[in-house]
T-cell receptor, first 116, second 114 residues
């Protein structure tokens, strides 16, 4: 059974800092890994998708890396801003086949607060 | 990308009643899923909505409690039946084209059962 762990559970930083969020997963047989952002009481916004054959993806100030063999991913946020404050969720897409293939297993999330 | 609309966005319901949540995707998608997010928790998959056949439920979720329909490739519903306060959660619909593709989410339905 796939399990996803995110560290740290919460992070508070001053504006302008660069930061790293960590995600680990137990089963390396994944299709891809996605990072999401969730604002309080809201749905999920997809930030980055890394295919299992890729090592990293970049979008603006965000960079995500994937080391499938060791079951790890990191999300790097450069020059953090108060608007980055949200919960960041890591999810892996896996499944042994059948009609549930491609389902996502989520980590518990990292609550990020960026203060001015 | 796919844009997913969920209705209602929130509701307060009496225990013992049922609520049906609708999920509409702006394009045809292969896969649709329903997730639950209990207060302070991460997302847990309830079931995969299969077009034209019965949904596939995860361990701990049953059809009598969470009946799901998916009549076509753009629409699905989740019903939360015989609700109790423990069902108070955010319910989210997700869609995508398969295991190697990006998953998109609706804005969720915040359900409070009193």
């Amino acid at each position: 059974k796939q399990e996803v762990t995110q560290i740290p559970a919460a992070l508070s930083v001053p504006e302008g800092e660069n930061l790293v969020l960590n995600c680990s997963f137990t089963d390396s047989a994944i299709y891809n890994l996605q990072w999401f952002r969730q604002d309080p009481g809201k749905g999920l916004t997809s930030l980055l998708l890394i295919q299992s054959s890729q090592r990293e993806q970049t979008s603006g100030r965000l960079n995500a890396s994937l080391d499938k063999s060791s079951g790890r991913s990191t999300l790097y946020i450069a020059a953090s801003q108060p608007g980055d404050s949200a919960t960041y969720l890591c999810a892996v897409s896996s499944g042994a086949g059948g009609t549930s293939y491609g389902k996502l297993t989520f980590g518990q999330g990292t609550i990020l607060t960026v203060h001015p | 990308s796919a844009v997913i609309s969920q209705k209602p966005s929130r509701d307060i319901c009496q225990r013992g009643t049922s609520l049906t949540i609708q999920c509409q995707v702006d394009s045809q998608v292969t896969m649709m899923f329903w997730y639950r997010q209990q207060p302070g928790q991460s997302l847990t998959l309830i079931a995969t909505a299969n077009q034209g056949s019965e949904a596939t439920y995860e361990s701990g979720f049953v059809i009598d409690k969470f009946p799901i329909s998916r009549p076509n490739l753009t629409f699905s519903t989740l019903t939360v039946s015989n609700m109790s306060p423990e069902d108070s959660s955010i319910y989210l619909c997700s869609a995508g084209q398969g295991p190697g593709t990006e998953a998109f989410f609706g804005q969720g339905t915040r359900l409070t059962v009193v």
